[in-house]
C-alpha cells in the first residue's frame, strides 16, 4: 500500500458508524491505471511518472497505454490512430442540433452533453467513436458559435492535429499539437476524482458507455472540480491589466479576496500536500509555447505572489500552485476562450473514464453505499393534520 | 444508528485498506429522506412506513413531504400543482429531437437523457421544469415511436393525470391515475442506491441540477439498477402462454435457469434479507388495477413457484419477491409497453433525486473516495524499446 493511502487512512480513522461525506480516506476501487500520492507530490499513469511520460509521448500512444497496459509499438499505434481517425465525421442530425444550442447560447459543456447524447442514437458508442467524435463536437461547437461553419476533420492527423485543424481551420505548428497532446496526457486521469468516479458508479450499473460518459461530463462541469482554470486565468489577466507593479497589484488582491471568505482558484490541491506534479509538466509545456511572449514571466511573478500572500496569511498550511494555474496559462497560449477550457479538459480526462469503465466492468459489482437516516420517525397520516392528499 | 447499517458494518468490518468495491457498509451521507431497514424489511419515507404513505398520497404531496420535510397543507397543494403544471410544454427543438431520435430507433431512456439535454438548452431547469417537463418528454417520445402526435398537457391535472393524458391522448379512470402515484411515490426514493448516489457525487462537484439528473438516468439505465421490471414481466408472460400449469412451467424453468447460471429476475436484493415492503403495496396497486383480470392470480401463482422453486435450490438464502416483480404487473396493467418502464420508473425516482442533490449542495463536501493502486512500477521511457511516441 502506498504512504498517500496509508496516511490518509490513519488521518481519517474514525468509528464505523461516522458518515464519511467526502468518502476520504475510503478505497473505492482497485486500479492499474494511476497513482495520486498526495505526500509526495507524484502522478504515476501505469507506471510511468508523469513529468516524464507526458511531454514525450503522443495522446493516442497514452490511450493506448491505458487501455493496454503497455505503449503500443509502431503499428499498433498506426492502427489506433486510423481507427479513432476514422470516427471524427459528425452525423447532420448533431450538427445541426449544435447549431441549435449555438442559437440559445447553451455553454460549451453543456452542447458536448447534448452532442453525446445525439452520438448514442446511433448505438451505443464505441471507445474509438468516442475519442474521434468527440473533438468534433467540441471543435463545430466552437465555430457555430463564433458565426463559423464547421471544419471536416482530417485523418492523416492525430487526435490533437485534427482538432486544431477542425477548431481553426487551418493546419497549425508542431508545437501547437505537442503542448496540447502533453496537456491531455498530463491531465488523462488522476485516481478517483469525482468525474472518473461518476463514470465507475453509473458503469457498475451495467449501463452503457455513453451515460457513464455523459455522468462524467456533468461531474467535471462542476466548478469544485472541472471548472477553475478559466477564472485563475481572469485573476492573472485582470491584475496584468492594471497599473503598477503586478506582483504588489497580486499580492493586494489576495489579501482581499481572503478578507472576503473566497478561495484563490488555482492554488492549493484537496489531495497534494506539496507541489503538485501536473503543475511543473505544464509549466514547462507553457513556457516552450509561450517563449518570447512576457505572458510567462507575468504569471510567474503572479504565482510567486499569490503564493507568498497565502503563506503569510494560512502558515500553518501547506499551499502550492495547482493544475489549474498553468491549465489556464497553457490553454490561453493556444488561443483557447476560457468558456471552452473544461471542454479541452474532457477531451483529455475521457481516455482515463474509458479505461476505469472498462476495470469497474471487468470487476461487476454494483457501487452502492450507506445513508445514515437522521429524519423524522414514528410519523403516521393517522395523526397529522393535514388533509392534503 | 438503525439496525440495518450496524449489522451490515458488522458484517463488512475489515481492516482500513480494503477496498470496498461495492461501497457495502460505507455512511456516505446523512439523509432525512429515507431509511432502507433490509434486516425488517422496512422503508421509510421522511417519516412514514412506504406502505401507509404510498397508496394514499398524491405525488405532489410526496414531492413537498421530501422537499419541505412535511406533507403540504391544502394550499401549498395546489401551489406546488399549479407550478409543476405550467412548467409541462416542450419547445419545438426538444419535439424535434425527440422525432429525429424516434427515426433512429433510439431507446426511451435514451431519448428521455436528449430531451433532458435540451431542456437544459434553456438555461438550468428548475425542479418544477424537470417535474413538469420531464412526463412529456417522455409521452411525446413514446407517442412518436408510435407514429403519433404528441399531445398537450392539461394544466387541471396532477402529474400523473396529465403524464397518461399525454401518453394516451385521452383522460383516464381515477384509478389509473392513483395506481401510477402509488407506484411513483413507492418508488420516488431508496437510500443511496446507484443513480441516487450518482446525482449526488454530481452535484458534490457544484454542478447544475440537468448535470446530476442526467448521470442519474444513465446509471438507471444499467440492468443491474432500473433495468429489471422488462425481463420480469417477460418471464411471467412467456410462461402464461405456455401449455400446461403455470405454476410447474415456472419451477422447470426456474430450476433450468439456475443451471445455466442466471439469476431469476424480480427476486431476491441486495439490501432486503426478508420482504421488500414496496413490493406489497405494489401488489395491493396492481390487486386493485387488475381486479376482474386472471392475470393477478397467474402472477401470485408464478411468484409462490418461483418462490419455492429458489427455495429449494438455495435453502441458505432467504429470497423473497423484490420491487421488480410487482412493478412490472402494476405497469403492465396500466398499458405500458415494457421497453417505456424504465422512463416510468425516472419519472418517480426524480423526486428523490432532486431532494438528495439538495441535501448534497447543502453540505458542501466534494466527494473523492481513494483508489488501491495495484498497477506496475518504476517503469522508464528510457528502458522500454517501444520508440512508438
Known amino acids: 500500500m ?137 471543435a463545430a461547437y466552437a465555430r457555430l458559435q463564433a458565426g463559423l461553419e464547421p471544419v471536416a476533420p482530417d485523418a492523416s492527423l492525430g487526435c490533437a492535429g485534427s482538432f486544431l485543424l477542425q477548431l481553426r481551420g487551418q493546419r497549425t505548428r508542431p508545437e501547437d499539437e505537442r503542448a496540447l497532446e502533453t496537456y491531455w496526457n498530463t491531465v488523462a486521469d488522476h485516481g478517483l476524482n469525482a468525474s472518473t468516479f461518476s463514470a465507475r458508479v453509473i458503469a ?92 510567462l514571466a507575468s504569471a510567474e511573478s503572479h504565482e510567486a505572489a499569490v503564493l507568498e500572500a497565502l503563506r503569510r496569511a494560512k502558515p500553518d498550511r501547506a499551499i502550492a500552485t495547482n493544475v489549474e494555474f498553468y491549465t489556464a496559462l497553457l490553454l490561453h497560449g493556444l488561443g483557447f476562450e476560457p468558456a471552452l477550457f473544461t471542454c479541452i479538459f474532457a477531451l483529455g480526462r475521457v481516455a482515463g473514464w474509458l479505461a476505469h469503465v472498462t476495470e469497474q466492468t471487468a470487476r461487476g459489482r454494483l457501487i452502492r453505499p450507506d445513508a445514515l437516516y437522521v429524519g423524522a420517525e414514528g410519523r403516521s397520516l393517522l395523526h397529522g393534520a393535514t388533509a392534503a392528499h
Chains 1, 2 share one sequence.
Not at 112 to 122: D, F, N, P, V
Not at 208 to 226: E, F, N, T, V, W
Open 2 to 138: 502506498n504512504s498517500a493511502i496509508s496516511s490518509t487512512l490513519s488521518a481519517t480513522a474514525a468509528p464505523t458508524d461516522t458518515v464519511r461525506s467526502g468518502l476520504e480516506g475510503v478505497l473505492a476501487a482497485e486500479t492499474r491505471l494511476s497513482r495520486v500520492d498526495g505526500q509526495r507530490g507524484q502522478l504515476t499513469i501505469a507506471g510511468y511518472a508523469v513529468q516524464e511520460l507526458a511531454p514525450h509521448v503522443s495522446f493516442e500512444a497514452l490511450v493506448h497505454l491505458l487501455r493496454q497496459d503497455r505503449l503500443p509499438e509502431q503499428a499498433e499505434l498506426e492502427a489506433l490512430r486510423a481507427a479513432i481517425a476514422s470516427q471524427r465525421a459528425l452525423d447532420p442530425i448533431t450538427v445541426e442540433l449544435l447549431r441549435q444550442a449555438a442559437r440559445c447560447g447553451a455553454a460549451p459543456i453543456d452542447a458536448l452533453r447534448l452532442g453525446l447524447s445525439a452520438l448514442c442514437l446511433e448505438g451505443e458508442p464505441s471507445p474509438e467513436r468516442l475519442f474521434g467524435a468527440l473533438p468534433s463536437v467540441v
Open 204 to 295: 457498475s450499473t451495467g449501463s452503457d458507455l455513453g451515460s457513464a460518459i455523459a455522468g462524467a461530463l456533468g461531474a467535471l462541469k462542476g466548478p469544485l472540480h472541472g471548472g477553475a482554470p478559466g477564472p485563475a486565468l481572469a485573476a492573472l489577466l485582470a491584475l496584468r491589466a492594471q497599473p503598477g507593479d503586478l506582483a504588489e497589484n497580486t499580492r493586494r488582491w489576495v489579501t482581499a479576496e481572503l478578507a472576503a471568505g473566497r478561495r484563490i482558484l488555482g492554488f492549493g490541491h484537496r489531495v497534494y500536500k506539496v507541489r503538485d506534479p501536473r503543475a511543473d509538466v505544464l509549466k514547462s509545456a507553457a513556457a516552450r509555447l509561450l517563449a518570447g511572449t512576457d505572458l
